[in-house]
């Protein structure tokens, strides 16, 4: 299998190429370098050791789960959005579980609460104007389950985790911004140019963190 560090090379390079491809209107190229860049984030999981502990298999679980939600957001229509939102929702699920299985601090999840609860309103408050009446309800479970994965993501700051979880947490929720601006507020600026990278760098994060968390 490819080391961790030609893996990563390569989820780069096919985020690179998914989004000039998407830029260029080639849904098909698109299609095939988005397979590989979400791939290549599961497989770099496996190779940094993710089947070595619970954390880690936890995270691969989040992983394989975003994969499958990759694909089904390659379709543009309502039942392709609801099965891609419903696998990221899971993902997110995932990661929480993963994080509590590391272990947290309860007043590092005190201090994240407050910012990170007033953040997620404010992303309700934006979209709710722009979402259909039929995607109130997963929107705000997806909100609040988002918001949590991050919350957690900080806990495990006081228990000595990597910062990689951190990182990769508040990345993935950057990233998810961009994904609702695009499908439900639909505006003009192709916002997958900052939204896919920080994706991509946020799945390198979680993945990466597995080879920290052996022991959990």
Known sequence: MMSPRVLVTLVGVACIALVALLLADMPAPAAAAKFIASTAFVALAIRSGALASVYGRLILTGLALSWCGDMFLIGNSKTAF????FA??????????AFVRHGYERRWIGVAIIPVTAIAIGVFVWLEPYTPPDLLNP????????????????GTQGRGASKLIVAGATLFFLSDLSVASLRLVQTQYPTYII???LYYAGQICLALSSSHSRSH
């Open 195 to 197: 939204g896919l990278p």
């Open 88 to 97: 990221f929702l899971m993902a997110h699920v995932a990661y929480v579980a």
């Open 82 to 85: 609801l099965a891609g939102l």
């Open 139 to 154: 929107v705000r479970a997806y909100v609040a389950v988002i918001s949590l994965m991050v919350i957690f993501a900080i």
